[in-house]
T-cell receptor, first 115, second 114 residues
Framework: AQSVTQPDIHITVSEGASLELRCNYS??????LFWYVQSPGQGLQLLLK??????LVQGIKGFEAEFKRSQSSFNLRKPSVHWSDAAEYFC?????????????FGTGTQLKVEL | GAVVSQHPSWVICKSGTSVKIECRSL??????MFWYRQFPKQSLMLMAT?????????EQGVEKDKFLINHASLTLSTLTVTSAHPEDSSFYIC??????????FGPGTRLLVL
């Protein structure tokens, strides 16, 4: 079974600073990996995904993530954070059709942006 | 593209009544939809997987008679919370499975049972 660890429960950065949110996964084969963002009282919005090909993926809102198989990681990065990026970020892993498309979510990282 | 809607966005009901929540994929067909429950400051808990034209598959510990799921078409799945009680109060989120195994989420429904 797959699992996801997001080691940081809370992160605070200053506006304009760079950001990296960590995600480690456990899965035997090549996983499907996702980052979602959730604003308070809202559903989840897909930021980016990886399932094959180039290990550096670009997403919306200036985010990118890098798949590192050797480290079982899929960290999310942004070079310059905006105040509107304050939200909850979830990393998720899936096994694809083998599990009917089910995803396993991490516990989330709450991002606070200081002005 | 890949827009998912939920209705209602919030609902307040009395204990013992039933509440139906709709999840629609607006611009794509979804043979599979998922229902999640989210408690404050927590991650998503998968409740069930809904497949069009067949019975839903419930996760361990989820009462199938309490949470009735129907996937009537390729764009609509419904979750009915039967005989709701205060402990059922929560934020319910659906998602629809799209291309490349990607789940697209609805905006969520906040349920408050008095």
């Amino acid at each position: 079974a797959q699992s996801v660890t997001q080691p940081d429960i809370h992160i605070t950065v200053s506006e304009g600073a760079s950001l990296e949110l960590r995600c480690n996964y456990s899965y035997g084969a090549t996983p499907y990996l996702f980052w979602y963002v959730q604003s308070p009282g809202q559903g989840l919005q897909l930021l980016l995904k990886y399932f094959s090909g180039d290990t550096l993926v670009q997403g919306i809102k200036g985010f990118e993530a890098e798949f590192k198989r050797s480290q079982s990681s899929f960290n999310l990065r942004k070079p310059s954070v905006h105040w509107s990026d304050a939200a909850e970020y979830f990393c998720a892993v899936g096994a694809g059709p083998q599990t009917g498309g089910k995803l396993t979510f991490g516990t989330g990282t709450q991002l606070k942006v200081e002005l | 593209g890949a827009v998912v809607s939920q209705h209602p966005s919030w609902v307040i009901c009395k204990s013992g009544t039933s509440v139906k929540i709709e999840c629609r994929s607006l611009d794509f067909q979804a043979t599979t939809m998922f229902w999640y429950r989210q408690f404050p400051k927590q991650s998503l808990m998968l409740m069930a997987t809904s497949n069009e034209g067949s019975k839903a598959t419930y996760e361990q510990g989820v009462e199938k008679d309490k949470f009735l799921i129907n996937h009537a078409s390729l764009t609509l799945s419904t979750l009915t919370v039967t005989s709701a009680h205060p402990e059922d109060s929560s934020f319910y989120i659906c998602s629809a499975r799209g291309r490349q195994e990607t789940q697209y989420f609805g905006p969520g429904t906040r349920l408050l049972v008095l």
